[in-house]
């Protein structure tokens, strides 16, 4: 007779629940045990491709390079998984290679075929977001003070570096330099990870906080285009505040902003994502293929569809369970596209948002 895993996972969740009970457990306790089992086997699949015994998560569809962001999404599923060990040599191999010396931010690349792998101190603002946010989740699983300190430091940093009053807004810059110029700045509305914002509101109680969420979601009411109100990857904030397209980029839904309605339904946030969430659906409806990129100025699509990582967190968004695997799939073709598929499974299991 075939084995079959879910009928043996669900006994053990029912085991372990009740275990949890005669221990007097706390639900949310219980709900942490339920979310380390469930993403245990997501994590040994993930782990075993992009994680080196180092401490590096490796991205194969980039050159073999490393960057904060990856480290950040390696934390945050090793976390959800409860593997102390990888996430303690992830955290390690971060703080030793990227951590800046003069901030408390870190470098966003490491070229392994380089002379000089950290060749470029600037930070990436989502990496930064997403290495706290996972430090302060495993301070709520662990209860090491050393993993809140940090993330507050980091948090603090954000608040002070990374957030730019323009125009009568408060925009979070993609980094320290390089995206404010005297006409407009430029920003990547997908940096916007709303569930670890709104833990750093708590955590680093601040005006400007709640000058960033407040204006963060304007920004995403604002920066919608084309016939399908669709966000862009990057966009400009004019001197005067207008909401443009990034003038140097491409003005596509695509890479980037898939991420957009992911982060928004996960920080509770249905509404932003209404466009985003319609168009997709029209296009099942119409069993039309979901393209990679759209063009929000010309309406052009990408040739080629979106990566079986971005279906499934589609799925995942729509409740369409028809294209959410029932198991993980196969890992290792592309390091994106399972990134997705992991963050969609952890992020979203049954949200329905407001």
């Known amino acids: 007779m075939e084995f079959d895993r879910r009928s043996l996972l669900a006994a053990i969740v029912l085991t372990t629940s009740a275990c949890a009970r005669a221990n007097g457990e706390t639900d949310e306790q219980r709900e942490t045990s339920r979310k380390s089992l469930s993403s245990a086997s997501d994590w040994q699949a993930f782990s075993a491709v992009y994680l ?71 930070n990436a603002t989502d990496g930064d977001i997403l290495i706290a946010w996972a430090l302060l989740r495993a301070h709520a699983r662990w209860r090491q003070p050393e ?11 954000i608040r002070t570096k990374l957030i730019h ?95 957009i309605p992911l982060y928004q339904l996960a920080g509770n946030r249905r509404s932003l994502a209404t466009e985003v969430v319609s168009y997709w659906r029209q296009l099942i409806e119409r069993k039309t293929m979901i393209p990679a990129w759209i063009d929000v100025v010309s309406g052009e699509r990408a040739p080629y569809a979106l990566s079986p990582g971005g279906t499934a967190m589609v799925g995942h968004l729509l409740h369409a369970s028809d294209m ?9 073709s592309d390091y994106y596209s399972d990134v997705l598929t992991l963050l969609s499974r952890l992020l979203l299991p049954g949200k329905t948002g407001r």
């Not at 962001?69 to 945050?76: A, F, I, N, R, V």
């Not at 809140?148 to 980091?154: F, G, P, V």
């Not at 029932?326 to 290792?332: M, R």
């Open 52 to 122: 080196r015994p180092d401490g590096r998560i490796v991205d194969n569809g980039n050159g073999a390079i490393s960057h904060s962001e990856g480290q950040g999404y390696g934390m945050l599923l090793a976390e959800a998984a409860a593997d102390r060990a990888a996430f303690d040599s992830m955290w390690g191999w971060t703080e030793k290679t990227l951590a800046r010396s003069d901030v408390a931010l870190y470098s966003w690349r490491y070229s392994p075929g380089e002379a000089v792998p950290v060749s470029d101190p600037n």
């Open 147 to 157: 993993h809140m300190a940090r993330a507050r430091e980091i948090a603090t940093t």
């Open 165 to 259: 009053r323009q125009a009568g807004r408060s925009l979070l810059l993609p980094a320290l330099t390089g995206f404010v110029r005297p006409d407009r700045t430029t920003i990547n509305p997908c940096y916007y990870i709303w569930p670890a914002i709104d833990l750093f509101r708590r955590i680093d109680p601040s005006d400007a906080w709640e000058a960033l969420a407040r204006d963060g979601e304007r920004l995403a009411r604002d920066a919608r285009f084309g016939p399908s109100r669709l966000p862009c990857d990057w966009v400009d904030v004019t001197a005067t505040g207008v909401v443009l397209p990034a003038a140097d980029k491409p003005p596509r839904f695509g890479f980037d902003a898939i991420r």
């Open 324 to 332: 959410v695997p029932a198991s993980l799939p196969v890992l290792g």
